[in-house]
């Protein structure tokens, strides 16, 4: 399988290529709608056709590049069932696997960040989306989150996992690129060292977190796959104008 892990710096959203080496088809896994140039000039540097865009969950932090993607590759929307998204041309649901090439995802509903929240594994490694962060989770106050839904999801099913396999995050705020589910289930300050749901429970409701200052915007962009609106102040422009140049992570 052919990988790459990219970074979007503005809102420190990670987005990953997974790619069959036999079919040439790649899949992105949460893209940016700010890094579609780098994405589509690398998959063409790899000599790839994208084929599919595959939503974690619906983003409050920043535009997906779903529809974006549609319309310069051709490829398909995927998403979570849950959400009933009328944009998306493939749903996932838990039990069933997606299969490109020879990329299997493991659909795994994880809700508690959001109730239509979803994780993909994939062989030795975890796509965990916002539910599971680098010693960290996902927060749990509004699009219907639940500390106790996400706790269960965390612990009963991401931690079910194997200990070596790999944590791939949506998101990491101090450079951090891949953690491991016996390092989430030691050192997670939230969730690992066996916390009690009381304990994160108490924490995630001591968060003091500000709202999401792009979360009127993106919540609704996204439930269209990607759509950035008209009325955009001017200081959240950069949250939908295309980058000329984006960091990779």
């Known amino acids: 399988m052919i990988f790459r892990q990219w970074l979007e710096p503005l809102s420190c959203t990670y987005t990953y290529l997974l790619a069959c080496e036999e079919t040439r088809q790649a899949l992105l896994i949460d893209p940016v709608v700010t890094s579609v140039n780098r994405d ?17 969950h619906i983003h409050a932090d920043h535009i997906t590049a779903a529809l974006e993607l549609k319309k310069k590759a051709g490829s398909k929307i995927v ?19 997606f299969r490109m090439g020879s990329v299997t995802l493991e659909p795994l509903h994880t809700p508690g960040h959001t109730d239509g929240h979803f994780a993909y594994l994939c062989g030795d ?29 965390v612990t009963k099913k991401l931690f079910s996992l194997a200990d070596d396999c790999l944590v791939y995050p949506c998101h990491d705020y101090n450079d951090r690129r891949v953690s491991s589910i016996a390092q989430e289930k030691k050192r997670n300050p939230r969730l690992g060292n ?11 409701s001591n968060l003091k977190l500000p709202f999401p200052k792009f979360i ?34």
């Open 40 to 56: 589509l000039a690398e998959i063409q540097r790899l000599r790839l056709t994208l084929a599919y865009s595959v939503e974690t």
């Open 79 to 97: 998403g979570p069932a849950f959400d009933r998204l009328p944009c998306t041309d493939l749903d996932i649901e838990e039990g069933k696997l």
């Open 125 to 153: 490694r975890v796509f965990t989306g916002d539910a599971l962060l680098i010693e960290g989770c996902g927060r749990t106050d509004f699009q219907n989150g639940d500390p106790d839904e996400l706790f269960n999801s």
């Open 194 to 204: 066996n916390r009690t749901l009381e304990e994160f429970k108490a924490i995630m």
């Open 216 to 249: 009127d915007y993106a919540v609704p962009g996204n439930q269209q796959c990607g759509i950035c609106p008209d009325d955009l102040p001017d200081n959240l422009q950069d949250y939908c104008r295309h980058m000329t140049e984006s960091p990779q992570g």
